[in-house]
């Protein structure tokens, strides 16, 4: 079954509207697009998920940010530490850690 853009893709609504002047220099038509696609997402979810790619499109092409960090992490243990586990978003789990 194929997901519609409309229950996945709502964020981009959230993050790019222009009425809410957090893209710089936005002209306008990616909002009408946003709300049309909205509008279509319910009666028609194919046409809505080829809205949400075209206005996805449009603001990759404006690049509103560009990302400057990439945080790395790297954990040095020593040999009598035990049971390390680490988490995508806590990283190193400290509580789970043993030493013998």
Known sequence: MKR???LI???????FMCA???VPGCRGTPQAKIDQAEAKGVSDPDAANEIW???DHEMTDQAPWVDLYNPKQIDFLSKRVGNYQWNPQWY????QLWVK
């Open 92 to 95: 190193i789990l400290i509580d």
């Open 9 to 15: 893709v709502p964020i981009l609504a959230a993050v």
């Open 20 to 22: 809410l002047a957090v």
């Open 4 to 6: 519609s853009a409309f």
């Open 53 to 55: 790619a075209e206005v």
